[in-house]
């Protein structure tokens, strides 16, 4: 085999090789940044007088704080609407989107609002300036706080195994089991989203 011919395969394994890493690299970064949680709420133990949303005195309440911009939010209104179809009624049930000052009037109003507006139970409400995030205490959007009927929080955590991927995991285990009258496995679990009060990334900016 002629020199430059080898030369040449080199060259193309070579090439090969170098492409092979940079795939692999990015989908471990992918990989790593899927499996990483948000910050964790620091929720009051008692459900905030403060707060302009009522707490139902017969049954647990839900809430679910939102960014609307979140594509990683998605999942967890997902996980959400499987919940209340697999218990109806069983809870009162809010999200609460937030919205930052000096936005548009409709800013909020995304895909991701409109999916949760669709959820049978569900109030979908404006926290403006993230007041109601501030008062549960919450940082990463996704974040589910569940109180009990007289204003203890007996869960906080999130609904999905990943950022963006629904499935079994445990936060919504231990939610429905917590609205079924079950014990739940566990008290806590990761939160997979995007910083409330930050924009996410790839959302558009406004002018």
């Known amino acids: 085999m002629a020199s430059s011919e080898i030369r040449r395969r080199t060259l193309w ?16 970064a992918l990989a790593v940044y899927a499996n ?10 008692r459900w905030p007088a403060a707060s302009r949303m009522a707490l139902d005195g017969t049954r647990p309440t839900l809430v679910m704080l939102a960014h609307p911009k979140c594509d ?13 179809a697999r218990a109806p009624h069983r809870a009162r049930a809010y999200v609460v989107f937030m919205k930052p000052t000096g936005v ?9 609002w409109n999916a949760a507006a669709r959820i049978p139970d569900v109030s979908v409400l404006i926290d403006d300036e993230g007041r109601e995030a501030a008062r ?37 285990a231990s939610i429905l089991a917590l609205v079924t009258g079950e014990p739940a496995a566990q008290a806590t679990s990761p ?10 990334p790839g959302s558009p900016r406004e002018d």
């Open 13 to 28: 394994i070579g090439l090969a090789a170098l492409w092979l890493c940079g795939t692999g690299a990015g989908l471990a």
């Open 72 to 84: 990683c939010t998605r999942a967890s209104v997902a996980e959400l609407a499987e919940l209340m």
């Open 104 to 112: 548009e009037d409709d800013w909020e109003h995304t895909d991701l």
């Open 191 to 200: 939160v997979f989203g995007c910083p409330l009060f930050n924009e996410p």
């Open 136 to 172: 549960f205490g919450a940082e990463t959007s996704g974040q589910a706080l569940l109180y009990d009927a007289g204003g203890r929080l007996v869960f906080a955590g999130g609904t999905t195994v990943a950022r963006g991927h629904d499935g079994d995991n445990a936060g919504f």
């Open 36 to 45: 990483r949680p948000g910050a964790p709420a620091h929720a009051p133990a």
